[in-house]
């Protein structure tokens, strides 16, 4: 038997995906095989293709930042896995697949009772949220926050997890996307014709607790002053190279010598300082909102698995609010 798989063969945009299959073979010793049901199409798998990233992956790979599936078949060294079982895995690369296999240590338990599509979207794009607002900046119910970023995945689950906190949101987005902002109660900034530094020094002239920012650039540059007395910025997104990078922990050095009171914290799923155990502790939290409808993940499009392709020219469009998911053709 044969499973398929989307691989990148060369930098470049979606065309250079294909579809290539591969033998389907028994686990080893330690590891799962996993039946992919649910994949998120997110910036990551986009930026990993151009290599626009600190550590870019060798081509050719399989894109794929985290998956939903069942457990198919086990190794024999497997002591927890069970196959039928429903899982999850922030997997950085290889979800583009029919078939992954992996660890145990990597799975994450799912309530079978949950949409795996809708579960995709909490692996990663919820709990980069999450931990942004809650391990990172620490905001607690009142807090002026400005998200940067406000309409794609993470934006999305930001507003979301931002009313639920009852904070007092801003957020920065292209005017056709400001419906989204306001649905969950908070302010638009059109970045296309409005200076956000501007906007804010008028709307909150004593400062913000918090800024997440999704999309580095000029905007740290320009908008650190925008914290009060002890506000955090906090800044997920991608610096897209190695140089970007050291010019980002350049600035973490130096911003947060300044004795102002204001910080700059970097968040990443990767070189996250929290460790593993929060993220086991936060994902059933968040299932937890999902199951009791707390949260409720916008979808704007489903895609066939293999039509990774087609999903991922939508992405790169910028006409996307909420999340783009590939799911199996069973789905």
Sequence with gaps: ???????????????????????????????VRVRVLAVPVCLPDVQARYGQTPIAPKVPFVPGYAIVGDVEAIGDGVKTAVPGNRVAALTVSGGYSEVIYLTEDKLIPVPASLD????????????VAYQTLHRSAKVKAGDKV??????????????????L???????????SKHHILTAYGATPIDYHTQDFVEVMRQAEPDGLEAVIDGMGGDYLNRGFSLLND???????????S?????RLLGKLIWLNLLPNGKSLKLYGTTTSKFGKRPFLEDWPKLFNLLETRQIDPIIMQKFPLLEAAQA????????????????????
């Excluded at 002890?230 to 610096?239: D, F, I, K, R």
């Design 242 to 246: 190695f140089r970007g990078l050291l």
């Design 116 to 127: 795996p599509a809708e579960v995709s979207t909490l692996i990663l794009n919820y709990i």
């Design 230 to 240: 002890g506000g955090v910025w906090v800044a997920y997104g991608n610096p897209l």
């Design 146 to 163: 400005l998200i940067i970023g406000a309409s794609g995945g993470v934006g999305t689950a930001l507003l979301q997890l931002g009313q």
């Design 312 to 331: 991922n020219a939508l992405l790169e469009s910028g006409d996307v609010v909420g999340n783009v998911i590939l799911v199996a053709s069973e789905q």
């Design 165 to 175: 906190a009852g904070l007092k949101m801003y957020g920065i987005a292209s005017a």
């Design 1 to 31: 038997m044969n499973y398929k798989c989307v691989i990148v063969t060369e930098r470049g945009g979606p065309e250079v995906m294909q579809i290539v299959e591969n033998i389907l073979r028994p686990p080893t010793d330690k590891e």
